[in-house]
């Protein structure tokens, strides 16, 4: 964030009755410009692998009248993910969920999952995935210990980038940087916009 | 070896919650005061992410495996994440020794860890400072709640503490700022206390400015981010960033020498005090000596007990101040993550504006008046009522659209209790140093063995119990007790190692926190501590170490030391 860009959010998020700690706050923590990912080319997952993640994403949160899990660049955290933040046992768990997945598809449709039509796709991420919810329903291990299975960390990862997008967080929650006050209790409808604020909620589940 | 430049009234090692508070009341009453932390500055307002909205932090926002191999401690206290990474230590060039598992929460830094901690600010009571002697534990504090009340008062008001006054016997009322608001739910739970069971339930007495204080213009009221650990740009809740180190600032006493690693108290025989302190220059590994009259270590409980164990000398052969051979024991922690939480019905036409950095408290009930349980002392329970957000969909069948609909619609409110058990001291829940080890500057590190006993074992499971039956009481559903089980260490409320009492045969420092062995040395951070309590514990530091800070510039005045 540069200086003027810092000023006018600062302006913006607090109506005019900017103090002067807030001002001199904001400047201080102006930092680099966030990365672009224009020219984005996976480093971990293979071109196919990506192909299907991208489009089990977009099952799981599909463009409506808002962005959609391929539109805010699902694919490229998956890969920077798994990457970066699994570890390598994790990592071998996804890949081997994720060729059982591809199995399945050739297994019951005779082609490649996405060799299938729209509606059989949507099917058999539904098929993986309800039943996946009910063990994940029934857990009592605490959620590191968790082997949760290639749809479960799919819908996790999807889950994860999407509502902490700018589009997941602003356009389908609220969000406001700086609330200024609290009020404990109010009703839905005059909290915002009645929807659920993107800030308040664990990056890890 | 290098001389510092020249030397001063007094010198205080560290800039924590206590170092910080050393600084301000030494510097403020007109003493040339070194400063000198171990980790880099940190200027108010030098947080690098506390502007950064939630889609510029990277991964999510989790540590990345790099980040966990490097600060696999902060990972197991669940405190490490891209917003706050930098404020924990490298345990790989920081590493200590686990006999038996512990986890000691550190940051290298000025302000160290007064920037990241939970900002829960509560007095304790007659009884916490009573209960030793009553009960035959450990040894007996040297002073009483009325000894400290003044203090406490004096720090509530310079750092701003929001909270509701409420007459507890158990929890006294400090001076404070206008509280934050309940929530409906929480406010059905503390009825339903009151009315069912005669508990108490309060709002959590935070160090969150709710109203601007006119002796500190640098700082500003909460903005309802929630996003302290970043480190506050506003100024809105107290550490020694925002708040001590900018008074002692501008009284133009402080000299503050970051990336200054004091690694030995230097003894001088012949007057039969400390003369100063041999620092390492953390960048230089240059070694130099500062001189003073009157040395303040607030170094963190370990940090100042590793700096007096490495302190040796003929007249101090195990560790400086130790003639008592309790330099290092009566580790205290306060054990959590026992508990219990539930969903709460009938409330989701409300919701709420703003993040409260803040949750709520109930005092502890257990062990009071007629209540007699099969342990001792007892626990506080820490908590708060929310709505679910959109991580509640992982268990969610619904996928596509409607999945979307259903994150932006808030999800059931739920009410969470987690137990703050006290912890006894027991000599054997102890610290060595280990010559044969050494960190990356050369110095020796601790050894840590320490853990739970029979006492706070039997606790927990009333801590988880007793939760559930207040969730029942409230007539909340799916009520589920959880105890995930604790090491020492995860509490990050370390204490105890070098304790407070009378007779300097049992105890290492006196009833001012002074070394009963060596007067012109003082330790106000939680090593002092003689028990744990069951309170979060930096305002009991706080109001020791500004107590001690005026104990010895009485008696640098009256030549005492």
């Known amino acids: 964030m540069n200086r003027r860009e810092a000023i006018r959010r600062v302006a913006l998020m607090m109506g005019g009755a900017v103090s002067a700690p807030a001002i001199l706050g904001v400047l201080a923590g102006c930092s680099a410009e966030p990365d672009t990912e224009a020219e984005w080319k996976p480093t971990f997952l293979t071109q196919a692998q990506v192909a299907l993640v991208a489009e089990v994403a977009e099952i799981m949160i599909p463009r409506t009248d808002t962005p959609g899990a391929k539109d805010v660049g699902i694919p490229a955290f998956i890969d920077k993910m798994l990457k970066d933040v699994y570890p390598e046992d994790e990592q071998a768990h996804f890949f081997a969920g994720l060729a059982d997945f591809e199995a399945q598809a050739k297994r019951q449709h005779g082609r490649t999952f996405l060799e299938l039509e729209p509606a059989l796709r949507t099917a058999l991420v539904k098929e993986v995935h309800d039943p996946a919810v009910e063990v994940e329903r029934k857990a009592t291990l605490p959620v590191a210990e968790r082997d949760r299975p290639f749809i479960l960390m799919m819908k996790e990862l999807t889950l994860l980038g999407y509502f902490t997008s700018e589009p997941g967080a602003t356009q389908v929650l609220q969000y406001r940087p700086v609330p200024g006050a609290y009020h404990a209790c109010v009703p839905l409808a005059q909290a915002g916009k009645g929807k659920t604020w993107a800030t308040e909620t664990s990056y890890r589940f | ?561």
């Open chain 2, 1 to 561: 070896m290098a001389a510092g430049n020249g030397s001063f009234d007094a010198i205080v090692v560290g800039t924590g919650i206590s170092g910080g508070w050393a600084a301000k009341e030494l510097t403020e009453k007109g003493l040339k005061t070194l400063v000198l932390d171990r980790g880099r500055m940190v200027e108010h307002g030098e947080y690098p992410t506390a502007n950064m909205q939630l889609w510029e932090l990277p991964y999510g926002g989790r540590p990345t495996q790099e980040d966990i191999d490097k600060q696999s401690v902060a990972e197991r206290g669940g405190v490490l994440s891209q917003a706050t990474k930098h404020w924990f230590v490298n345990d790989i060039d920081h590493p200590y020794i686990e006999k038996k598992p512990f986890a000691w929460v550190r940051g290298y830094h000025v302000g160290g860890r007064s920037i990241m901690w939970g900002r829960q600010s509560y007095r304790w009571s007659p009884m916490d400072f009573e209960a030793n002697a009553k009960e035959g534990v450990g040894v007996d504090w040297p002073i009483r709640y009325e000894e400290l009340a003044p203090w406490y008062g004096h720090v509530e008001s310079f750092i701003g503490v929001s909270g509701q006054a409420e007459g507890y016997e158990q929890l006294p009322d400090g001076k404070f700022l206008p509280p934050m608001e309940l929530n409906c739910v929480e406010l059905h739970l503390k009825q339903a206390l009151a009315d069912k069971l005669g508990r108490c339930l309060t709002i959590g007495r935070t160090a969150n400015l709710t109203a601007p204080l006119a002796h500190s213009p640098q700082r500003g009221t909460c903005q309802y981010r929630n996003l302290c650990w970043r480190g506050c740009p506003f100024g809105a809740y107290f550490s020694s960033n925002s708040s001590t180190l900018p008074a002692a600032e501008k009284t133009g006493n402080m000299t503050l020498r970051p990336n200054s690693i004091v690694y030995e108290l230097i003894h001088d025989a012949k007057n039969d005090r400390a003369s100063g302190v041999r620092v390492l220059d953390a960048e230089t590994n240059e070694q130099m000596e500062f001189h003073a009259r009157v040395i303040f270590l607030c170094a963190s409980t370990f940090g100042s007990t590793q700096i007096l164990m490495n302190s040796v000398s003929s007249r101090f052969p195990d560790g400086f101040g130790n003639d008592s051979g309790e330099l290092g024991c009566n580790i205290m922690d306060h054990h959590l993550g026992a508990g219990a939480s539930a969903v709460a019905e009938g409330f989701d036409d409300k919701y709420y504006t703003g993040q409260r950095p803040n949750g709520i408290y109930i005092p502890r009930f257990v062990n009071i008046g007629k209540d007699k349980r099969d342990y001792l002392r007892g626990f506080g329970y820490q908590g708060g009522a929310g709505r679910s957000g959109w991580t509640r969909l992982l268990e969610d069948p619904t996928l596509g659209a409607d999945l979307k609909t259903k994150a932006a619609a808030p999800g059931p409110w739920r009410m969470g209790l987690t137990g703050f058990g006290e912890t006894l001291p027991y000599h054997d829940n102890r610290v060595t140093l280990d010559r044969s080890r050494k960190d990356k500057h050369g110095l020796p590190v601790l050894t840590f063995d320490a853990m739970l006993r029979e006492n706070e074992l039997k606790m927990r499971k009333d801590m988880a119990a007793e939760a559930a039956t207040m969730l029942e009481a409230a007539g909340f559903r799916n009520v589920h007790e959880y105890d995930g089980g604790d090491v020492l260490g995860i509490g990050i409320h370390e204490m105890g190692t070098a304790r407070m009492g009378r007779d300097p045969k049992t105890s290492v420092l006196n009833a001012w926190n002074q070394m009963h062995a060596c007067r012109n040395v003082y330790v106000t951070d939680g090593s002092c501590m003689t028990s744990s309590a069951c309170q979060n514990p930096s305002l009991t530091y706080m109001a020791l170490t500004a107590r001690a800070a005026d104990h010895a510039v009485q008696e640098l005045k009256r030549m005492k030391l």
